[in-house]
């Protein structure tokens, strides 16, 4: 089925109708009859809508709206063509790890059916169908869920929660900042990849170490190795090295860039010439 996705084409054949047929799938051998509206046509509503997967299911809409941040956080996500729609199942959990959700275009349509059956005669059925909107774009949650980080003491064979001693929920004052608790870190990155992906400890195809590729966006199973400009220098090595590498300097031609940054040269320099005298 062929439908026009230009917003123009649309609002000039506002009247554009659809055939539909719908039919209902039965375990009895047996033919039945039509359902009366079962087939119609039905206008197409010149209205553009935004489909999210859920993964879950959904009981509440209020909470299942506010694990996604709410209306606003949807709208601002969604005004950004780049920006990936987060999920947290925990949103009062600031150490929650969020499900990012991919953005797709799509041409899907809102299906609305309404089925009435008369009660004094159950085979008299009726069905009305109505079109609410295009789906234009749908946001999947296709990464795992896996990674979260609970802020737990499990020292003793007990699980001991820190939030209370952690989490700053009102003014407090020096006693709350003193009082000694456990060590809690929790790490800054769970994974490169939030996608499952068969690893096999093989070279990455699409990446090669001798030639980086210069595209910014693209993330590979294998970090690309970062090119340092330090010298390793021992205790035991009769000299110490005057200068640096020549890649550091062109480097640091590279970066520095503001007036601090040139002052901080200078008064290094300063630093060296003394100590070397």
Same mark, same amino acid.
């Given at each position: 089925?062929?439908?026009?996705?230009?917003?123009?084409?649309?609002?000039?054949?506002?009247?554009?109708?659809?055939?539909?047929?719908?039919?209902?799938?039965?375990?009895?051998?047996?033919?039945?009859?039509?359902?009366?509206?079962? =087939? $119609?046509?039905?206008? &197409?509503?010149?209205? @553009?809508? !935004?489909?999210?997967?859920? #993964?879950?299911? /959904?009981?509440?809409?209020?909470?299942?709206?506010?694990?996604?941040?709410?209306?606003?956080?949807?709208?601002?996500?969604?005004?950004?063509?780049?920006?990936?729609?987060?999920?947290?199942?925990?949103?009062?959990?600031?150490?929650?790890?969020?499900?990012?959700?991919?953005?797709?275009? =799509? $041409?899907?349509?809102? &299906?609305?059916?309404? @089925?009435? !059956?008369?009660?004094?005669? #159950?085979?008299? /059925?009726?069905?009305?169908?109505?079109?609410?909107?295009?789906?234009?774009?749908?946001?999947?949650?296709?990464?795992?869920?896996?990674?979260?980080?609970?802020?737990?003491?499990?020292?003793?064979?007990?699980?001991?929660?820190?939030?209370?001693?952690?989490?700053?929920?009102?003014?407090?004052?020096?006693?709350?900042?003193?009082?000694?608790?456990?060590?809690?870190?929790?790490?800054?990155?769970?994974?490169?990849?939030?996608?499952?992906?068969?690893?096999?400890?093989?070279?990455?195809?699409?990446?090669?170490?001798?030639?980086?590729?210069?595209?910014?966006?693209?993330?590979?199973?294998?970090?690309?190795?970062?090119?340092?400009?330090?010298?390793?220098?021992?205790?035991?090595?009769?000299?110490?090295?005057?200068?640096?590498?020549?890649?550091?300097?062109?480097?640091?031609?590279?970066?520095?860039?503001?007036?601090?940054?040139?002052?901080?040269?200078?008064?290094?320099?300063?630093?060296?010439?003394?100590?070397?005298?």
């Amino acid at each position: 089925m062929d439908i026009p996705t230009d917003s123009s084409t649309m609002s000039e054949n506002k009247e554009l109708k659809l055939d539909f047929i719908l039919k209902e799938l039965t375990l009895s051998p047996q033919a039945e009859e039509a359902v009366p509206g079962s =087939s $119609s046509s039905v206008e &197409l509503q010149d209205q @553009r809508l !935004v489909c999210v997967e859920y #993964p879950a299911v /959904v009981s509440s809409s209020d909470r299942m709206l506010e694990t996604l941040g709410g209306e606003r956080a949807v709208s601002k996500t969604f005004a950004h063509p780049n920006r990936r729609l987060e999920l947290r199942f925990r949103p009062q959990d600031p150490f929650c790890h969020s499900l990012c959700g991919n953005r797709y275009p =799509s $041409s899907n349509l809102v &299906l609305r059916v309404r @089925r009435r !059956v008369r009660k004094k005669d #159950p085979k008299d /059925v009726e069905i009305h169908m109505d079109i609410l909107g295009v789906i234009a774009t749908t946001y999947k949650f296709q990464g795992m869920a896996d990674f979260q980080c609970l802020a737990v003491d499990s020292e003793g064979g007990k699980d001991t929660s820190l939030y209370d001693k952690i989490i700053l929920r009102k003014p407090e004052n020096q006693h709350f900042f003193e009082k000694p608790i456990p060590l809690f870190i929790p790490p800054a990155s769970f994974s490169r990849l939030d996608t499952p992906v068969d690893y096999y400890f093989r070279p990455d195809v699409n990446q090669n170490i001798a030639q980086p590729m210069n595209k910014s966006n693209f993330i590979g199973l294998n970090r690309a190795r970062r090119p340092h400009n330090a010298i390793f220098f021992s205790f035991n090595d009769p000299t110490v090295p005057g200068e640096c590498l020549e890649a550091a300097k062109l480097n640091w031609k590279r970066v520095c860039v503001k007036e601090s940054d040139k002052q901080a040269e200078e008064h290094l320099r300063q630093v060296c010439v003394l100590l070397q005298s």
